[in-house]
Nanobody
Framework: QVHLVESGGGLVQAGGSLRLSCAAS????????MGWFRQAPGKEREFVGA??????????DYADSVNGRFTMYADNAKNTMYLQMNKLKPEDTAVHYC??????????????????WGQGTQVTVSS
């Protein structure tokens, strides 16, 4: 059984930073795709970024809306993935979720391909 727990959300002013964590149990990162998604009230869940493992190294993909402001990285020893969010904007306000899928997804932006999800952590950015 895989269990994901997010933490690190909170309230921050526009231009500020937050770092989200996603601790995984029951699964190691090196054989899976790990993704971040977010959902604002009244909106569909949207892709934020994903880490995909291949050949012993990982690559990160980001949504255009966060590229250059957000950075994903993983600590294999702690089985934890991080989302460093800088230059936050009010439109980043949402519940942020981490998710995991078996293998290296060809299309990591599709939430339906992920098997397990965390409970989410709220990020609120004030203007």
């Amino acid at each position: 059984q895989v269990h994901l727990v997010e933490s690190g959300g909170g309230l921050v002013q526009a231009g500020g930073s937050l770092r989200l964590s996603c601790a995984a149990s029951g699964r190691t990162f090196s054989s899976y795709t790990m993704g971040w998604f977010r959902q604002a009230p009244g909106k569909e869940r949207e892709f934020v970024g994903a880490i995909r493992w291949s050949g012993g190294a990982y690559s990160a993909d980001y949504a255009d809306s966060v590229n250059g402001r957000f950075t994903m990285y993983a600590d294999n020893a702690k089985n934890t993935m991080y989302l460093q969010m800088n230059k936050l904007k009010p439109e980043d306000t949402a519940v942020h979720y981490c998710a995991t899928a078996f293998g290296t997804l060809a299309n990591p932006t599709n939430p339906n391909l992920y098997e397990y999800w965390g409970q989410g952590t709220q990020v609120t950015v004030s203007s």
